[in-house]
DNA sequence: ATGGGTGTGTAGTAAATACTACACACATGC
DNA sequence: GCATGTGTGTAGTATTTACTACACACCCAT
């Protein structure tokens, strides 16, 4: 297995990608637009403070560009969306979920090619 | 719609539809089987107190017969080894969740039987 | 009339969650 | 050499989550 990169390490990685060549991703500017204090940022990005919340985490990832999802996952979080999706029947989304478990990704996605071209 | 069931008066109609054939279901029978302060209980079924934690609820569904993840949605709860397994892959079930969010329930119990029945 | 069982009321607590506010030290450009 | 911008250190706070501990009042059976 690849070593797993914590959430902070994927933000700062992130950022300072960006910050080369635009000034605009300085810790501060980038915490000043998704509305946080700078320090704030600074702990999340070092792995001293746990991830923020679902609406940070929301924002960083419009600021960044980077997919909501994927973020959230890697805060230990599932989107409050799919939470609702979920529990509006908890039965069926259940037994579906954990018998998509270990299908591998191709089979998966040919599930949500299929609904989404609606061949129902 | 049918007016929404709470949490808390789900719990006390199960156990009480119990306790008439089985003394055994008494308020304070099942909090003890279960692990917790029969106040706490009280509270619970009585919607005076937020629904507890997965663990007490998962407890709750075995002593009650119940479905734990149908009592977790109740709770404004999704199971955690759900969450896990979204985590694991994350663009791929949120695309699948949100693709099946308005599919009604024949389609989506389709795609699980076909899964199951592994014409894959 | 008392002992065991019933549900409930009151009062608290420990830990986690999600942050803010401000000061500090360093660097860099003008 | 001073302002401006950079990241970080320290110290806090409000709210939520997830409960415990114990006392009280009622019922009913012996």
Not at 37 to 57: A, H, M, N, T, W
Not at 77 to 96: E, G, M, N, T, Y
Request: hydrophobic letters at 40%.
């Amino acid at each position: 297995m690849p070593k797993p990169i914590t959430f902070g390490q994927f933000l700062r990685e992130s950022r300072e990608s960006k910050v080369a060549a635009d000034r605009g991703f300085s810790l501060r500017k980038v915490a000043e637009r998704v509305g946080i204090e700078p320090s704030y940022l600074s702990k999340i990005e070092r792995d001293e403070q746990p991830p923020p919340g679902e609406g940070v985490i929301r924002q960083l990832a419009v600021e960044l560009s980077e997919d909501p999802d994927v973020l959230l996952a890697m805060a230990g979080k599932v989107s409050s969306d799919l939470l609702a999706i979920i529990r509006s029947r908890p039965r069926l989304f259940a037994d579906l979920i954990r018998q998509l478990k270990n299908l591998p990704d191709h089979a998966v996605l040919r599930l949500v090619r299929e609904v989404r071209d609606g061949s129902w």
